[in-house]
């Protein structure tokens, strides 16, 4: 197999993983906060299945890690009533970013798991870097990443938020391949991923 293939296959496989936890966050904070709309929709489980989204999380992720430039990727959302959440806008920030935080607190969870298994380090510094990746990607302020309820909580008129929401993934693709957003973040996430590592991984 080719190994640029073998690498985006293993980057897919990783990051359907990652989108279990992350989307799980968001059921499970959800229903704390009062709304039973995800565990009606079997959504607070850690089944991998129910939260994929078999283009966002297979076909994309795999075409735009072929491509360079950028990774994305996304799982099946999780479907909230805001009418139910206690807390209203605010209680729709802490479910969108109980994403993003659920990837980070995996991420110092693998990075434990990498001094447990030495040999395995090379896959599992890509499991950190693609789980600090999806956190970073995911805070964007564009629908319907999460980083756009946020944006909804800070008063952002919901007029220009359904108005974004119709050309959200064409926005998306037009940032990461035009305007070099898609590297920037790569960078980013690389740097602060070496550096987990170096300061937390004794054999890295």
Known sequence: MNEHLAHALLDVLIFWTLTTPHEFAHAWVATKLGDDTPRRDGRVTLN??????WFGTVII?????LMGGGFLGWGRPVMTDPRKLRGGKYGMALVALAGPMSNLVFAGGIVVLANLLPNAVDILFRAVYLSIYLALFNLIPLPPLDGSKVLLAT???VRWYIELSRYGFLLLMVLFYSTGLGHWLGQATLTSSSA???TLVMRF
Not at 61 to 65: A, D, E, G, I, R
Request: glycine share 6%.
């Open 48 to 53: 991998p299945l129910a939260h994929v989204d």
């Open 61 to 65: 992720p795999l075409v735009t890690s």
């Open 155 to 157: 008063g952002f008129p």
């Open 196 to 198: 987990l590592f170096r």
